[in-house]
């Protein structure tokens, strides 16, 4: 079946850097175009950002671009976002998702404090 796992996050000071993946099975992960989601306690999930299958194009909320980058490795069926200059209203679970679906993993948590 479809699964998609986080991986990642962590504890992070402001200014600081982490790196989330996402390991996809289960689907053609080539041929789809995935995003990054995340949802802060008490919010929305918000889009972060998203890629199309062949790794061009990526696109970027306006409140992390600049900030993060998104990537894909389809060899290796792995989605990543590299996140730099951290926020602390950065913090928040991050999911990935196949793209216009509902299907996402269950998330890693970024918390940015000092």
């Known amino acids: 079946q479809v699964q998609l796992v986080e991986s990642g996050g962590g504890l992070a000071q402001p200014g600081g850097s982490l790196r989330l993946s996402c390991a996809a099975s289960?689907?053609?992960?080539?041929?789809?175009?995935m995003t990054w989601v995340r949802q802060a306690p008490g919010k929305e999930l918000e889009w972060v950002s998203s890629i199309d299958s062949s790794g061009a194009a990526p696109t970027y909320a306006n409140s992390v671009k600049g900030r993060f980058a998104i990537s894909r490795d389809n060899a290796k069926n792995l989605l990543y976002l590299d996140m730099n200059t951290l926020k602390p209203e950065d913090t928040a679970r991050y999911y990935c998702q196949i793209s216009h679906s509902d299907t996402r993993g269950r998330g890693t948590q970024v918390t940015v404090s000092s």
């Open positions: 289960g689907f053609t992960f080539s041929v789809v175009t």
